[in-house]
Nanobody
Framework: QVHLVESGGGSVQAGGSLRLSCAVS????????MGWFRQAPGKEREGVAV????????YYTDSVKGRFTISRDNAKSTLYLQMNNLKPEDTAMYYC?????????????????????WGQGTQVTVSS
């Protein structure tokens, strides 16, 4: 069973930066995808950035392209999300998750329903 624990959230002003970390325990097969998702109050959970374990291909939602970078450190078993030039609309609870791309329930890289292991989340608040 994969266990995920996020950290690094906080409150920043617009234009600031944060780096989120997700400590991963348990075996992650090569066909898995690992990703960051966020959910603001009253909104659906949305995919922010994902990375494929097999080849480190990355995918981003349009609103964060050029500002956020997803990466992983195998030696530290940690997934990161570097967030630069933060905007108030980035305010949300951020979650890391893993999903099996070979699963029959796989519905795309940034689709929350494709992912089945979730952390508890870390809050990011950006003030204007």
């Amino acid at each position: 069973q994969v266990h995920l624990v996020e950290s690094g959230g906080g409150s920043v002003q617009a234009g600031g930066s944060l780096r989120l970390s997700c400590a991963v325990s348990g075996y992650i097969p090569s066909q898995y995808s690992m990703g960051w998702f966020r959910q603001a109050p009253g909104k659906e959970r949305e995919g922010v950035a994902v990375i494929y374990v097999s080849d480190d291909d990355t995918y981003y939602t349009d609103s964060v392209k050029g500002r956020f970078t997803i990466s992983r450190d195998n030696a530290k078993s940690t997934l990161y999300l570097q967030m630069n030039n933060l905007k108030p609309e980035d305010t949300a609870m951020y979650y890391c998750a893993t999903g099996d791309r070979w699963s029959q329930t796989w519905d795309g890289s940034l689709a929350a329903q494709s992912y089945h292991n979730w952390g508890q989340g870390t809050q990011v608040t950006v003030s204007s």
